[in-house]
């Protein structure tokens, strides 16, 4: 028979033991591949991103990062599928702006928490969003824009990648800012929106600056004003909306890693560190620049609290729009 003193002894040291274990668990970290999950197919921005951080952190970390596109349902597939992973840092979610999206389109749907359910750890890259005009519309400033909107009120017309995507939030914000009606055109992805925008289909579009980059630079496309605080590098002529006149307007398009909610905290830090020496890198500048983004370095708390901004100001939009994709 075990004395009292003695068991409590045993169950100590096995407690230490787990301890311990898991430590070096820990400590061993990576000890297998990674799963970086995508909710967007092969070859788009968010892909791009997650392809050329996923080579980075692998270098640093000794163990491949495996890229997994799960495209579906507005990034919710991907999302439902990390949220609902073991928390161990072999399954990671690149996010971007769409995340912030889903509770204001689909809080009937889904099985998670855009916010609590994943611990965020970076932000890695940034494209402002850019109003685009289109052969349809000949004007060249934003106040011209402004003027021929409100002359034909419902009339002109804005194209977006889909109902519910980030270019749909950002032109209707907009409209709520500058007190103007448009007429939405949606389309199921942002190639053939921009196609039609070029051949005078529709008359403007509020788009990512890497989905339209090249069209206005071969002047194709005419660039009025970007959603940023300041103008973007790549763009130097082309002005921010404050500068234009319409105060309060600011539509960047983030790229973002997030892992599980309870990931340990060692393995984050691990994770927010490599986040900072990609984002830092200059072959990530180049990369990035290529394709309309800077890179961006925003973590833990500050990154989460963007989240958290982005979410309550989508809600908003979405219920004064009565929009609902359940």
């Known amino acids: 028979m075990h004395s009292p003193v003695r068991s409590a002894a045993v169950l100590a040291l096995l407690g230490l033991a787990a301890l311990a274990h898991l430590a070096h668990a820990q400590d061993a970290y990576p000890a297998k591949p990674i799963r970086l999950v995508v909710g ?27 890229v997994d596109n799960k495209p579906g349902a507005n990034t919710i597939l991907a999302a439902e599928a ?15 702006l769409n995340h912030t999206m889903i509770p ?4 009937n749907r889904v099985k998670f928490d855009a916010l609590r359910s994943f611990a965020p750890v970076c932000s ?32 002109r017309t804005y194209a977006t990648p889909g109902s519910g995507s ?51 630079q071969s002047g194709k496309l005419r660039a009025l004003a970007v959603a940023s605080p300041q103008r973007s590098p790549l763009l130097p002529d082309v002005p921010t909306f404050e500068e234009s006149g319409v105060k309060g307007y600011a539509a960047d398009a983030w790229y973002g890693l997030l892992a599980p909610a309870g990931t340990p905290p060692d393995i984050v830090a691990r994770l927010t560190r490599i986040s900072g020496e990609f984002s830092r890198a200059p ?16 973590c833990g708390g ?25």
């Open 302 to 326: 500050a990154f989460a609290a963007q989240l958290d901004g982005e979410i309550k100001a989508a809600t908003k939009t979405a219920r004064e729009l009565d929009l609902k994709l359940d």
């Open 82 to 96: 990390v949220a609902s992973a073991p928390p161990d840092g072999y399954t990671l979610l690149l996010g971007a």
């Open 40 to 66: 967007f197919p092969a070859g788009g921005p968010t892909d791009v991103v997650a392809r050329a951080f996923g080579d980075f952190a692998a270098r640093s970390l000794g163990q491949p990062v495996v």
């Open 104 to 107: 204001a389109l689909y809080s």
């Open 283 to 298: 072959a990530t500048a180049e990369k990035l620049r290529g394709l309309g983004m800077q890179a961006q370095n925003t």
């Open 166 to 216: 980030g270019g749909h939030f950002a032109s209707e914000q907009f409209n709520r800012l500058a007190g103007t009606r448009m007429n939405h055109i949606p389309y199921k992805g942002a190639a053939q929106a921009v196609t039609d925008l070029m051949g005078g289909q529709v008359d403007s579009s509020f788009a990512t600056l890497g989905s339209v980059l090249p069209q206005v």
């Open 124 to 155: 890695l890259a940034v494209s402002p969003t850019v109003l685009v005009v289109g052969p349809s519309m000949p004007v060249r400033t934003l106040p011209e824009f402004l003027a021929a909107v409100r002359a034909k009120p419902g009339e």
